[in-house]
């Protein structure tokens, strides 16, 4: 089997700012609670022009240059979402056709927060397996079109934004292990009750507010927690690793609360972990790789460095995954 790592990385983030002040004048809230319950203080909001497939492509482009290769050179396109631009054709079929990536083969995953970490492992067997020879894996989220600026308990939390990453083979290192999980059991909890086959678009689904993600956030809290402690380990343990080899863990950016007690669990200290979720909030798949994309940007990440990624989200769906860099 051929190593597999990521060799080039991008982002883009939408230009409007949305800060908890201006929450302030939506909904019953206030700065100092949404900073100390989740840690946001800001987060980007996509213009009405823009939809998931324009954020994706312009992250797509830059992870391209950053990778030194052109569309024709790829062979594989996924687009993890669940804010595609229409339910179909995927999102990663717009990309394709836009970028003019002729040879790629593309495709949507849907796995909520954790859809980075999944769509790396896939693309991480097609290029192990010597099937294709460069991927491109991006996380793309327009999550403003599917909130309810009416519902404090959600609205104070997402936000919009693009991250991907160009895997090929590398000749050391790259991606140590992957590990996934879920459990459907409490799919409840985080959802988003209408517009696909179930309950199709009617009057009644959009009176009653369903076409908009709903949380149960407290219910998840320990949930998350407990799903990413178990997902590294199990994911250091696949690699052969334990917690003091990690230099850095860049998690999904759900709550600064959450991921300061994953990694006390864990035994990594604070200065090992990567947090921007001051800026943009809960992007979902777009999270854990913009993350990773300004670790690597901001000198953080180094050549040799152990990076544990970190994920969980409506599924309920967790992965985790050791690239040493
Ligand atoms: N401003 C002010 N008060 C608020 C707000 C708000 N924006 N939102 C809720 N409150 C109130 C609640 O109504 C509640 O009031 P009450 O006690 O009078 O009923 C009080 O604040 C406490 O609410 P909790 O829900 O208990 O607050 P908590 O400390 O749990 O924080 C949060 C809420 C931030 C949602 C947290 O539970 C969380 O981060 N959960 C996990 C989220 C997660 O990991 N999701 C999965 C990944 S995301 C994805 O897949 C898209």
């Not at 590294?232 to 863990?249: H, S, T």
């Not at 300004?294 to 969980?312: N, P, Q, S, T």
Request: hydrophobic share 45%.
């Amino acid at each position: 089997m051929r190593k597999v790592g990521i060799i080039g990385v991008g982002e883009y983030l939408p230009q409007k700012v949305l800060s908890n002040h201006d929450l302030e004048k939506l909904v019953d809230t206030t700065d100092e609670w949404i900073t100390t319950r989740t840690g946001i203080k800001e987060r980007r909001i996509a213009s009405d022009t823009e939809a998931t497939s324009d954020l994706a492509i312009k992250a797509a482009r830059e992870a391209l240059a950053h990778a030194k290769l052109n569309p024709q050179d790829l062979d594989l396109i996924i687009v993890a979402t669940v804010t595609g631009d229409m339910p179909f054709p995927s999102t990663a079929s717009i990309v394709q056709n836009t970028l003019l990536a002729e040879k790629a083969a593309a495709f949507d995953i849907s796995a909520a927060c954790a859809g980075f970490v999944y769509a790396l492992s896939i693309a991480e067997q097609f290029i192990a397996r010597g099937t294709y020879k460069n991927a491109l894996i991006i996380g793309a989220e327009k999550l403003s079109a599917v909130t309810d600026w009416q519902d404090r308990n959600t609205c104070v939390l997402l936000g919009d934004g693009a991250g991907a990453c160009v895997l090929s083979e590398v000749k050391s290192g790259g991606i140590l292990s992957v590990y996934l999980g879920c459990d459907g059991s409490n799919m409840e909890l985080l959802n988003m009750p209408a517009g696909g086959s179930r309950k199709p678009a009617s009057h009644e689904t959009v009176d009653s507010r369903m076409h908009y993600l709903k949380m149960k956030g407290n219910e998840l809290f320990k949930t998350a927690i407990r799903r990413m402690t178990m997902a590294a380990e199990r994911a250091l343990e696949q690699a052969g690793l334990n917690f003091k080899d990690v230099d850095l863990i860049v998690p999904h950016q759900a709550n600064s609360r959450i991921i300061l007690a994953v990694a006390k669990k864990l035994g990594i200290p604070e200065d090992k972990i990567y947090l921007n979720i001051e800026k943009y909030g809960n992007m979902s798949s777009a999270s854990t790789v913009t993350a990773l994309v300004e670790a690597v940007k901001e000198g953080r990440i180094k050549k040799g460095d152990i990076i544990l990624l970190d994920a969980f989200g409506a599924g309920l769906v967790w992965g985790a995954s050791i690239i040493k860099w």
